[in-house]
């Protein structure tokens, strides 16, 4: 476990999600996923339009979760294959009216966060991966226009960073960091 150190104190779901990429082989229960995606479903979103959607698959399904695995770029499959579940999250851009929906992202992103700290809750751990190939996930899954892969989750119990291939050995033993608070908060106005 890689809690993270903070200056000041923050929840211990916030402290201890991470983006690991060993995994156990143990599966996650359909029940445990449900509740994952219900945790995502109370997100906050603009006018309530709760644009997020998610395909996913087991471990277990082979071939669909294949075809995760085969839309991942090849610095992700390595890894990603030995997650439980391999999960698409998409978004719908526009308004149920037809109108542009400017905040699906960030609503997305709502709906991911309350997925992974749910899923931390819970002792699993979660990676976020952008390294996918998005217009072939919008062929192989047959997404309609309106429907924009954004990110795909690699999702599972922490497994021993031993058993994995450099360069993810190295970045799995890395300390956490971020930038310090002074460089993303501003009061008032950003600095010149």
Same mark, same amino acid.
Not at 117 to 146: I, N, W, Y
Not at 163 to 186: D, M, N
């Given at each position: ?30 029940? +445990? ?57 998409? +978004? ?101």
């Amino acid at each position: 476990m890689k809690s993270a150190p903070t200056e000041y104190p923050v929840h211990e779901l916030i402290r201890n999600r991470w983006s690991p990429r060993a995994f156990t082989d143990q599966a996650v229960a359909p029940e +445990t996923v449900g509740q994952l995606f219900e945790a995502a479903s109370w997100a906050a979103s603009a006018m309530n339009e709760q644009p997020w959607r998610y395909i996913y698959a087991h471990r277990a399904d082979t071939a669909a979760f294949q075809k995760m695995v085969d839309c991942l770029m090849p610095g992700n499959q390595p890894w990603a294959k030995n997650a439980a579940v391999l999960i698409l999250s998409l +978004t719908k851009t526009h308004y149920a009216n037809g109108t542009p929906n400017g905040a699906a992202l960030h609503d997305l992103g709502l709906a991911n966060g309350n997925l992974i700290l749910e899923a931390t809750a819970l002792g699993l751990h979660g990676h976020f991966m952008g390294g996918f190939d998005r217009a072939k996930a919008k062929e192989v899954f047959q997404l309609p226009d309106d429907l924009q892969p954004a990110v795909m989750i690699a999702l599972g119990y922490l497994g021993a960073a031993e058993h994995l291939e450099e360069p993810f050995l190295s970045r799995e033993s890395t300390a956490r960091q971020r930038k310090p608070l002074a460089e993303i908060a501003f009061q008032n106005q950003l600095p010149e």
